[in-house]
């Protein structure tokens, strides 16, 4: 199933209507792991604009400060809710010979979670947490907006156990100001 989106996802992509640009912005992802389901809002802002290489090919990098709301999917237990405090640097690669537009993204950076605990199966250990992410995304809308396909991973990095730690499969787009 993720391969038929992330398939669906780049035969949208058609040179021409995107621009390689990113700007100060909101931010909307929905996710899900394994019986966790998230929906985070933000604000982006260009951190570094531009760090040419040979050919075409450059990195540029972006700051996002967000707000995650968790919710578990197990119907036998206590439901909780969690919220996340992230800030993370994100580091992003244009290549020259791909569709103009298209960037590949890799960030880390720290979260803070309101409880450590969801439910019976999903325990942080602590409020303190690691947030890896890795994704591919375009522009869209005149280069305006950004769509983004990510896998973003939130764990204490074994700081304190228990460490379960979860994996957001996401749909992430943000908008200009």
Same mark, same amino acid.
């Given at each position: 199933m993720?391969?038929?989106?992330? &398939?669906? =996802?780049?035969?949208?992509?058609? /040179?021409?209507v ?6 100060? +912005? ?6 899900a ?11 982006q802002? /260009? *951190? #570094?604009?531009?760090w040419?290489?040979?050919? &075409?090919? $450059?990195?540029?990098t972006? =700051? ?5 709301y *968790? ?8 439901q ?13 690669? #244009?290549? &020259? ?5 298209? =960037?590949f ?5 720290? $979260?803070?979670?309101?409880?450590t605990?969801?439910?019976?199966? $999903?325990?942080? +250990?602590?409020a ?6 890795a994704?591919?995304?375009?522009? =869209? +809308? ?9 896998? $973003? #991973?939130?764990?204490? +990095? ?7 730690g979860e ?7 943000? *908008? /200009?100001?």
């Amino acid at each position: 199933m993720k391969l038929y989106c992330v &398939a669906a =996802f780049l035969g949208c992509i058609s /040179p021409g209507v995107f621009a390689a640009a990113e700007a100060p +912005g909101v931010i909307f992802a929905l996710g899900a792991a394994e019986d966790v389901y998230e929906a985070r809002l933000g604000v982006q802002v /260009p *951190w #570094h604009s531009d760090w040419q290489l040979r050919h &075409a090919d $450059h990195f540029s990098t972006i =700051f996002e400060a967000s707000v995650g709301y *968790w919710r578990g999917d197990k119907s036998n237990r206590v439901q909780r809710a969690v919220t996340d405090l992230g800030l993370m640097p994100v580091l992003r690669y #244009h290549p &020259a010979g791909a569709q103009r537009g298209l =960037f590949f993204e890799a960030g880390l950076g720290a $979260h803070l979670l309101s409880r450590t605990r969801l439910d019976d199966a $999903h325990r942080y +250990g602590t409020a303190f947490q690691f947030g890896e992410v890795a994704g591919i995304g375009t522009y =869209f +809308g005149g280069g305006k907006g950004e769509l983004a396909l990510r896998v $973003h #991973h939130i764990s204490n +990095g074994s700081i304190k156990q228990p460490n379960d730690g979860e994996t957001f499969f996401e749909a992430r787009v943000s *908008w /200009p100001f």
